[in-house]
């Protein structure tokens, strides 16, 4: 006779755990192309060439997650941000943000959706109008949209503030009044006002101190668990997109290179390039920066106008040989969410 015990004939099946659905994208760009014409000729202009800012360009965003996008200074990243929120017309591709066509917009229909996406400029400075005190720079947005009375707007302005960390009584301050770090938090002010669904912060550290960069990512961090928040983070700094982002793309003269986790691309990078970039941040334990390999890139990087043939990073690459000349490498799949664009498996 079996001893198991039996259950009650009234009792509920039980039910496996289902895994939590994955998060759907909010951010989706197809080959996303910028393109800036090269003019020549006084009286007749004519086009003699195209600058390739950004040539076929493709990721997404999770809805409230963080893709950090990095590489050096003119690899296109900036433009890529600024063509994403139509700051750029492209040239090609397409951009759909909550599965609305970003790109087919236009008019009246393209300046309402933009209260959805908001940008956090590098130069917090240069980004806020100097003539306009606090209370009048975070009640544009609203105003440009019809949204409340100046009571309401008042009102949302200093709840605002107060979720960036600045009080009530610097409503009435000059952008010029305040600290590089205080005008930052200004800045991620205005962007928030129209609760947005999506933010790019286009190198939102860069011009701060080291101090108060922590701040200010801590404080990015803070929003987004808020708010709801989802991030496209635009830097050169590799230790700043490790901290913030939950997925990295690195991109190489106007194209993507690698793309994968946050923790997999630091802790295993496919892409000579990735390798590179890695190689120069500094380590804090004298044993490992003495011993880790070092990569030197040598020559400069070339011309967007005139980009080179084959793989785009081959004339820089210590590892090219004369397939990388004649071929683009294919974008590929090289482990679970690990992509890259190379011959070889490095």
């Known amino acids: 006779m079996s001893t198991e015990p039996q259950a009650p004939e009234d009792a509920e099946p039980q039910v496996p755990d289902e895994p939590a659905p994955a998060a759907e994208p909010l951010l989706e760009v197809e080959d996303l192309e910028v393109h800036f014409p090269i003019r020549r000729g006084i009286v007749v202009e004519r086009v003699v060439g195209h600058v390739r800012a950004v040539d076929g360009v493709g990721l997404s965003v999770d809805a409230g997650g963080t893709y950090g996008l990095v590489g050096e200074s003119g690899c296109g990243k900036t433009t890529f941000g ?9 040239t090609a591709g397409r951009v759909r943000l909550g599965g609305d066509e970003v790109t087919a917009l236009k008019g009246e229909r ?4 933009r209260s959805r996406m908001q940008m956090v ?10 003539r306009h005190n606090v209370d009048m720079l975070l009640a544009e947005p609203l105003k440009v949209h019809g949204i409340g009375s100046k009571e309401e707007r008042r009102k949302l302005a200093v709840e605002t503030l107060d979720a960036v960390g600045l009080p009530k009584s610097v409503m009435e301050r000059y952008p010029h009044e305040f600290s590089g770090g205080q005008r930052q938090r200004l800045g991620i002010a205005r962007a928030l006002m129209l ?3 999506l933010i790019v912060c286009d190198e939102p550290v860069s011009a701060l101190d080291v101090s108060i960069q ?6 990015l961090e803070e929003l987004q668990g808020e708010f709801g928040l989802t991030y496209l983070v635009i830097a050169h700094d590799l230790a700043v997109v490790r901290h913030l982002s939950d997925r990295v793309g690195v991109m190489y003269l106007g194209k993507l290179v690698e793309e994968a986790d946050s923790e997999a691309i630091y802790e295993n990078p496919r892409h000579p390039y990735t390798k590179a970039l890695l190689s120069a941040v500094p380590q804090p334990n004298p044993e490992i920066e003495a011993t880790r390999e070092r990569i030197i890139l040598k020559g400069d990087l070339p011309s967007p106008a005139n980009p080179p043939s084959g793989c785009r990073f081959r004339t820089r690459c210590p590892w090219a040989e004369d ?6 490498p294919e974008w590929r799949e090289t482990a ?10 490095l």
Do not use: T
């Open 121 to 130: 400029f590098q130069d917090p400075l240069g980004s806020l109008n100097p």
């Open 336 to 345: 679970a969410g690990h992509k890259v664009a190379c011959h070889f498996d």
């Open 110 to 113: 393209l300046r309402r959706f």
């Open 82 to 90: 600024r063509a994403v929120l139509r700051l750029e017309e492209p």
């Open 323 to 328: 397939v990388c000349a004649e071929v683009e």
């Open 195 to 197: 609760r947005p669904d």
């Open 214 to 219: 922590a701040q200010v990512m801590n404080l």
